[in-house]
Protein backbone atom coordinates (compact mmCIF):
# COMPACT_ATOMS: atom_id res chain seq x y z
CA UNK A 1 0.00 0.00 0.00
CA UNK A 2 2.06 2.79 -1.22
CA UNK A 3 1.07 6.02 0.74
CA UNK A 4 3.20 8.27 -1.21
CA UNK A 5 2.45 8.36 -5.03
CA UNK A 6 4.37 9.76 -7.68
CA UNK A 7 3.30 8.32 -10.85
CA UNK A 8 5.49 9.96 -13.20
CA UNK A 9 8.51 7.37 -13.37
CA UNK A 10 10.19 10.20 -15.87
CA UNK A 11 9.95 13.73 -17.47
CA UNK A 12 12.16 15.54 -19.90
CA UNK A 13 11.81 19.18 -20.09
CA UNK A 14 13.43 22.04 -22.82
CA UNK A 15 16.20 23.93 -20.44
CA UNK A 16 14.55 27.35 -19.83
CA UNK A 17 11.07 25.92 -19.58
CA UNK A 18 8.67 25.14 -16.30
CA UNK A 19 9.10 21.70 -14.46
CA UNK A 20 6.18 20.46 -12.90
CA UNK A 21 6.62 16.85 -10.60
CA UNK A 22 3.37 15.68 -9.36
CA UNK A 23 2.97 13.91 -6.14
CA UNK A 24 -0.10 12.55 -4.54
CA UNK A 25 -0.90 10.82 -0.75
CA UNK A 26 -3.33 9.04 0.71
CA UNK A 27 -2.33 9.47 4.34
CA UNK A 28 -4.75 12.06 6.09
CA UNK A 29 -2.50 11.99 8.59
CA UNK A 30 0.68 13.76 6.91
CA UNK A 31 1.04 17.63 7.97
CA UNK A 32 4.47 17.65 6.55
CA UNK A 33 5.80 17.29 2.74
CA UNK A 34 9.40 17.60 2.03
CA UNK A 35 11.10 17.24 -1.71
CA UNK A 36 14.56 15.58 -1.99
CA UNK A 37 17.04 15.59 -5.18
CA UNK A 38 19.32 12.66 -5.86
CA UNK A 39 22.41 12.69 -8.03
CA UNK A 40 23.38 9.43 -8.92
CA UNK A 41 26.01 7.58 -6.17
CA UNK A 42 24.77 10.50 -3.89
CA UNK A 43 22.79 10.68 -0.74
CA UNK A 44 19.28 12.66 -1.12
CA UNK A 45 19.95 16.21 -0.67
CA UNK A 46 16.78 18.22 0.46
CA UNK A 47 14.85 21.11 -1.70
CA UNK A 48 11.93 22.11 -0.04
CA UNK A 49 9.22 21.41 2.10
CA UNK A 50 5.70 22.74 3.17
CA UNK A 51 3.58 22.27 6.07
CA UNK A 52 -0.26 21.51 5.98
CA UNK A 53 -0.86 24.81 7.18
CA UNK A 54 0.53 26.44 4.32
CA UNK A 55 -0.81 26.10 0.51
CA UNK A 56 2.62 27.68 -1.32
CA UNK A 57 6.03 27.65 -0.56
CA UNK A 58 8.64 29.64 -2.81
CA UNK A 59 12.66 29.21 -2.49
CA UNK A 60 14.57 30.55 -5.51
CA UNK A 61 13.42 29.24 -8.83
CA UNK A 62 11.73 26.22 -6.77
CA UNK A 63 8.08 26.19 -5.66
CA UNK A 64 5.58 23.44 -3.54
CA UNK A 65 2.15 23.95 -4.01
CA UNK A 66 -0.17 21.50 -1.62
CA UNK A 67 -3.81 21.29 -2.51
CA UNK A 68 -4.98 19.26 1.14
CA UNK A 69 -8.32 18.34 -0.22
CA UNK A 70 -7.36 16.44 -3.68
CA UNK A 71 -3.79 15.03 -1.24
CA UNK A 72 -1.88 16.48 -3.54
CA UNK A 73 1.13 18.08 -4.42
CA UNK A 74 3.68 19.93 -6.83
CA UNK A 75 6.96 21.00 -7.45
CA UNK A 76 7.25 23.59 -9.79
CA UNK A 77 11.05 24.62 -11.14
CA UNK A 78 11.22 27.74 -12.78
CA UNK A 79 13.34 27.93 -15.52
CA UNK A 80 14.76 24.64 -15.71
CA UNK A 81 18.29 24.35 -15.96
CA UNK A 82 20.26 21.06 -17.35
CA UNK A 83 22.05 21.27 -13.23
CA UNK A 84 18.81 19.94 -12.29
CA UNK A 85 18.78 16.79 -13.64
CA UNK A 86 18.47 14.53 -11.08
CA UNK A 87 15.78 11.78 -9.54
CA UNK A 88 13.49 13.90 -7.49
CA UNK A 89 11.89 12.28 -4.17
CA UNK A 90 8.49 13.35 -2.38
CA UNK A 91 7.80 12.36 0.85
CA UNK A 92 5.80 12.66 3.74
CA UNK A 93 5.62 12.95 7.29
CA UNK A 94 2.96 12.56 10.34
CA UNK A 95 4.38 14.79 12.78
CA UNK A 96 2.72 12.45 15.46
CA UNK A 97 4.49 9.48 14.32
CA UNK A 98 7.85 9.75 15.64
CA UNK A 99 8.86 12.04 12.67
CA UNK A 100 8.89 9.39 10.07
CA UNK A 101 9.11 9.87 6.35
CA UNK A 102 7.20 8.01 3.55
CA UNK A 103 8.60 8.69 0.42
CA UNK A 104 7.46 7.92 -3.44
CA UNK A 105 9.47 5.97 -6.05
CA UNK A 106 10.56 9.52 -7.64
CA UNK A 107 10.70 10.88 -11.29
CA UNK A 108 13.69 11.09 -13.22
CA UNK A 109 13.93 14.47 -14.62
CA UNK A 110 15.56 15.07 -17.57
CA UNK A 111 16.48 19.33 -18.82
CA UNK A 112 17.45 19.24 -22.35
CA UNK A 113 20.35 22.32 -23.64
CA UNK B 1 31.98 19.44 8.01
CA UNK B 2 28.84 18.41 9.55
CA UNK B 3 26.59 16.23 8.51
CA UNK B 4 26.20 12.25 8.29
CA UNK B 5 28.60 10.00 7.76
CA UNK B 6 28.48 6.28 6.32
CA UNK B 7 31.20 3.69 6.01
CA UNK B 8 31.66 1.78 3.87
CA UNK B 9 30.91 3.42 0.55
CA UNK B 10 30.81 -0.17 -1.04
CA UNK B 11 30.67 -3.38 0.06
CA UNK B 12 30.10 -7.21 -1.71
CA UNK B 13 29.13 -9.77 0.73
CA UNK B 14 28.99 -13.57 0.33
CA UNK B 15 25.49 -15.38 1.60
CA UNK B 16 25.80 -16.15 5.07
CA UNK B 17 28.33 -13.17 5.55
CA UNK B 18 27.69 -10.81 8.69
CA UNK B 19 28.81 -6.87 8.44
CA UNK B 20 27.69 -3.48 10.52
CA UNK B 21 26.98 -0.55 8.56
CA UNK B 22 28.63 2.23 10.34
CA UNK B 23 26.72 5.74 10.60
CA UNK B 24 27.40 8.86 12.60
CA UNK B 25 26.41 12.27 12.59
CA UNK B 26 27.77 15.17 14.07
CA UNK B 27 24.48 17.71 14.45
CA UNK B 28 23.34 16.50 17.81
CA UNK B 29 19.85 15.23 16.07
CA UNK B 30 18.16 12.65 18.26
CA UNK B 31 16.24 11.09 15.16
CA UNK B 32 17.83 8.71 13.33
CA UNK B 33 16.82 6.22 10.16
CA UNK B 34 18.03 4.24 8.28
CA UNK B 35 16.59 3.65 4.50
CA UNK B 36 17.03 1.22 1.79
CA UNK B 37 16.77 2.06 -1.87
CA UNK B 38 16.27 -0.65 -4.65
CA UNK B 39 16.72 0.18 -8.32
CA UNK B 40 13.17 2.08 -9.40
CA UNK B 41 11.70 2.01 -5.88
CA UNK B 42 11.52 4.74 -3.40
CA UNK B 43 13.42 4.59 0.08
CA UNK B 44 11.62 2.20 2.36
CA UNK B 45 12.84 2.46 6.39
CA UNK B 46 14.35 -0.82 7.95
CA UNK B 47 14.66 0.90 11.77
CA UNK B 48 15.29 4.15 13.45
CA UNK B 49 15.75 5.62 16.70
CA UNK B 50 14.00 8.51 18.04
CA UNK B 51 16.98 8.96 20.49
CA UNK B 52 20.29 7.22 22.49
CA UNK B 53 18.66 3.37 23.54
CA UNK B 54 15.55 3.34 22.01
CA UNK B 55 15.54 2.04 18.77
CA UNK B 56 12.07 0.60 16.76
CA UNK B 57 11.22 -0.92 13.46
CA UNK B 58 10.47 0.31 10.19
CA UNK B 59 8.54 -0.79 7.27
CA UNK B 60 11.59 -3.15 6.32
CA UNK B 61 12.98 -4.61 10.05
CA UNK B 62 13.45 -8.51 8.92
CA UNK B 63 16.99 -9.49 8.10
CA UNK B 64 18.46 -6.41 10.20
CA UNK B 65 19.56 -5.39 13.47
CA UNK B 66 20.36 -1.91 15.16
CA UNK B 67 21.68 -0.47 18.32
CA UNK B 68 21.75 3.36 19.52
CA UNK B 69 24.13 3.31 22.43
CA UNK B 70 25.24 7.18 22.20
CA UNK B 71 23.82 9.69 20.03
CA UNK B 72 26.60 10.41 17.39
CA UNK B 73 26.11 6.50 16.36
CA UNK B 74 23.66 3.93 15.11
CA UNK B 75 24.90 1.40 13.09
CA UNK B 76 22.76 -1.48 11.21
CA UNK B 77 24.13 -5.21 11.67
CA UNK B 78 23.09 -8.07 9.03
CA UNK B 79 23.40 -11.11 10.70
CA UNK B 80 22.99 -13.68 7.34
CA UNK B 81 23.49 -11.53 4.38
CA UNK B 82 20.94 -12.86 1.65
CA UNK B 83 20.83 -11.55 -2.33
CA UNK B 84 17.67 -9.44 -1.24
CA UNK B 85 19.59 -7.47 0.54
CA UNK B 86 21.50 -6.45 -1.96
CA UNK B 87 20.63 -2.58 -2.40
CA UNK B 88 21.65 0.99 -1.42
CA UNK B 89 21.91 1.74 2.31
CA UNK B 90 21.39 5.70 3.71
CA UNK B 91 21.24 6.78 7.02
CA UNK B 92 19.75 9.76 8.06
CA UNK B 93 19.33 12.01 10.93
CA UNK B 94 16.80 14.80 11.84
CA UNK B 95 16.26 17.73 14.16
CA UNK B 96 13.25 19.21 11.70
CA UNK B 97 14.98 18.42 8.42
CA UNK B 98 16.34 14.96 7.21
CA UNK B 99 20.12 15.26 6.47
CA UNK B 100 21.11 12.01 4.31
CA UNK B 101 24.44 10.09 4.13
CA UNK B 102 26.33 9.51 0.86
CA UNK B 103 25.37 5.77 0.99
CA UNK B 104 26.05 2.66 1.39
CA UNK B 105 26.32 0.46 -1.68
CA UNK B 106 26.17 -3.32 -0.89
CA UNK B 107 26.21 -6.70 -3.00
CA UNK B 108 25.05 -9.90 -1.77
CA UNK B 109 26.66 -12.70 -3.40
Known amino acids: DQQVKQNSPSLSVQEGRISILNCDYT??????FLWYKKYPAEGPTFLIS?????DKNEDGRFTVFLNKSAKHLSLHIVPSQPGDSAVYFC????????????FGKGITLSVRP | NAGVTQTPKFRILKIGQSMTLQCAQDMNHNYMYWYRQDPGMGLKLIYYSVGAGITDKGEVPNGYNVSRSTTEDFPLRLELAAPSQTSVYFC????????FGQGTRLTVV
Open chain 1, 27 to 32: NSMFDY
Open chain 1, 91 to 102: AASDSGANSKLT
Open chain 2, 92 to 99: ASSGGIWI
Open chain 1, 50 to 54: ISSIK
